[in-house]
């Protein structure tokens, strides 16, 4: 028998949108970014081959679209041989049961994602008093207890490597949540970053829907750790990487991505950190 999958009470279908929801990007031949709502999901994989690997799983009741997408792209039937989560908020795993269930793959996560994606630990509530527009506003119905994947979810190997992306490796990006990770790839400086940074002022309804490029840090409202969401981003703009697709905003790359990580490093307590907020230590500033 089966175990049973389950996601938390909160689940709900969020009503916000993106001027981007439902267009997809082809960034690199075999990396392509599709925008669900307000968050992107990738599909890292040669459509040549047929062989790929799915980067998230999308906002809740989503899985029709990816399953549309993945089947516009690599033919009718066609299935990932693994999803793998930069981390389990529920913009990120928001089809992952249903998905799950069609395909029967394994699911990977970091280790200190564990306790939210088997029904052990809810995240912190979502803060809609941090500095920020009408998306941090609105947080308070984004669901944050956890789901529970059951024997589906499996740990990242602590080595480093990606599971069926051998060119890829993860590298911890603590801050926005505990067990975030963002995958590269050296030879061509390939970066998913997820939500350890953005390109787009998340917490600002305006701008998520014109989907206006910007840089900026973990999305607000559910960002706990400033200090450690700041050494993430440092981590990540060592690597230089040439190309980044994020969770929310448009791809960036070249000098652009450079200089807009560069300034994000420098500046990250202007851009980053909210003024005020209730999991901003009082001494970051
Ligand atoms: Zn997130
Ligand atoms: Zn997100």
């Known amino acids: 028998m089966d175990q049973e999958m389950n996601y938390g009470s909160d689940y709900k279908y969020i009503p916000t949108t993106s001027i981007g ?12 970014c599709f925008t669900i709502q307000i968050v992107n999901i990738h599909l ?20 029709e679209e990816i399953f549309a997408v993945i089947e516009e792209r690599f033919g009718t039937g066609s299935q990932p041989r693994a999803i793998i989560l ?34 052990q630990k809810s995240y912190p509530e979502p803060d809609s008093t941090v500095e920020g527009g009408a998306v941090a506003k609105m947080s308070p ?9 059951g024997h589906h979810i499996q740990t990242l190997p602590a080595d480093g490597t990606v599971p069926y992306l051998p060119d890829f490796n993860y ?15 050296e030879k061509d400086r390939a970066l998913i970053a997820g939500d350890a940074f953005v390109t787009v002022k998340q917490e600002y309804l305006y701008k998520v829907i014109t989907q206006e490029q910007e840089i900026s840090g973990p999305p607000r409202y559910l960002t ?18 040439s190309t980044a697709v994020t969770g929310h905003g448009l791809p960036m790359s070249g000098e652009f991505l ?16 909210p003024d005020y907020g209730r999991y901003v230590d009082k001494d970051f500033h």
Do not use: C
């Open 86 to 119: 930069t981390h389990g908020h529920f913009d990120h795993v928001g089809a992952i049961i249903e998905l799950v269930k069609r395909w029967d793959v394994p699911v990977y996560a970091h280790a200190l994602e564990m306790p939210y994606l088997t029904g």
């Open 44 to 63: 890292v994989g040669d459509p040549q081959t047929g062989d790929f690997v799915l980067v998230d799983a999308g906002m809740p009741e989503s899985a």
């Open 258 to 273: 450079s200089e807009n990580l560069n300034k994000l490093v420098n500046d990250f307590d202007q851009i980053a950190v």
């Open 141 to 149: 119905i984004f669901p944050n207890e956890p789901i529970d994947l």
């Open 171 to 185: 590298i911890h990006t603590p801050g926005h949540s505990p067990g975030h990770v963002s995958l590269f790839r």
């Open 21 to 32: 929801s439902g267009v997809g990007i082809e960034v690199l031949p075999d990396l392509y």
């Open 224 to 241: 706990t750790d400033w200090k450690a969401a700041k050494e993430s981003v440092i981590k990540l703009e060592k690597l230089k990487p």
